[in-house]
């Protein structure tokens, strides 16, 4: 009996080890890149990709300068190195990107999709013809495939959704080892039950080429490239399309139409131009022709304004429905957080968690606080003193808005933090 007693305390042991080093994957998306002029992985991983070749900065989707990545179609990539000690999954994955096509490389028709002209997106291979996967559309529709070359094998789509050049589009794949689904902009535009075993290898994801037989390269641009372990759901798709559709909260730069002469202020110093475009965190002098001069300070935007008892609602650290898993969109803000607690050491906060009304109310409590406790974890991993930070979860008790459909629901879906101490 005690030997029987003592292997079951073995095995929980090693099913314990195994759940608390698959947490990250469970949590979800694992790699992020916001391609903001490189290939940074602002993601729980830090796996981080080198531009090759034609690849340089760009403008995003809102017409933010280097904020997204442009391909010139001819030998641009971005290389990702994986490995044995960190790799991509054969199943339970997803990828979500941003993608602006310049233009469909010409090339020998493909059967699968009946058409040759198509654009490659990533290929999970450098150097093997034997590859794991690769994602790429075409004028005639998408496709997704892995194998080795020639004999690949996969989902394509042969329905006449496809991108259409010069225009941005959010791409979504998701598969889980039965289903595979594509999502346009959103919306659900091919599903298909498929029995393929995806390999796994050790070669680099390839981001902007098809290596496998003639290679091919991507002309256009990307942004927010995001790598999930998961296989996410329809609404999830639906949230993170309008979430990213939005635009970030850090203003655009403004465009003033003034006279300034040359001074010196501080750290900066302003030549004397027409229309002249002032970053929004500057201090400047602006003097206009036959004026005297007048100092304004503008507001800084890379932190939260501090004063005791305020309460400031992290409107975009966003979570997975029903979830204590944060968006991609979550790591702007949260580091805004963190640059503020850095600048104001003495300050203590109270990080609050709440719901909407639905579902059981003590789930929701426990929710919220498990939420408000992901973002305090976020804050300590970069080097805030845990004493600083305490958390609460409300649940449903204090909503901002009706909990009548769902875009209020989303609003009361939020975390929040209180200046406590100064």
Known sequence: ????????????????????????????????????GNAYDIGPNRIHGQLSGGVAASSDRFGRAGKALEFNGVDGLVRIPFGNERNLPTINFAFTMWVFVNHYNTAPEWSEINSNHYSPIFCKTETETNFQYRLGVSDKGFYFDGGEEGASKGLYTKNGIS???????????????????YYLNGKLIACENIGVNFIQNKQPLIIGCDFPGQASYFAGKMDDLNIWEKFISEEDVKEIYAVQSKYPFVPPNITVPVEVKKITVAVAVID???????PIDTIVVKTLVGTTSKVK???????????KGNKIVLQHVLFVQSKAEFLPESYVELDRLVATLKQHPMVTIEVAGHTDNQGSRDLNLKLSEE???????????????PKR???KGYGPDKPISPNDNEENRRLNRRVEFEIIQM
Do not use: H
């Not at 300070?297 to 004063?307: H, L, R």
């Open 1 to 36: 009996m005690r030997l029987y007693i003592l292997v079951f305390v073995c095995l929980l042991s090693i099913l314990s080890s195994k759940n608390a080093l698959g947490q990250k994957s469970a949590a979800g998306w694992v790699y992020a890149y916001s391609f903001d």
């Open 163 to 181: 991108l259409v050049p010069g225009k941005w589009n959010m791409v979504a794949f998701t598969f889980n080892g039965y289903v595979a689904k």
């Open 272 to 278: 004397t131009v027409k229309n002249y475009i002032i």
């Open 297 to 307: 300070t503008e507001k800084d935007n890379s932190i939260f304004e501090i004063k």
């Open 371 to 385: 939420r408000a406790i992901k973002v305090k974890d976020y804050l300590v991993s970069r080097n805030i003193d």
């Open 389 to 391: 930070i305490f958390v």
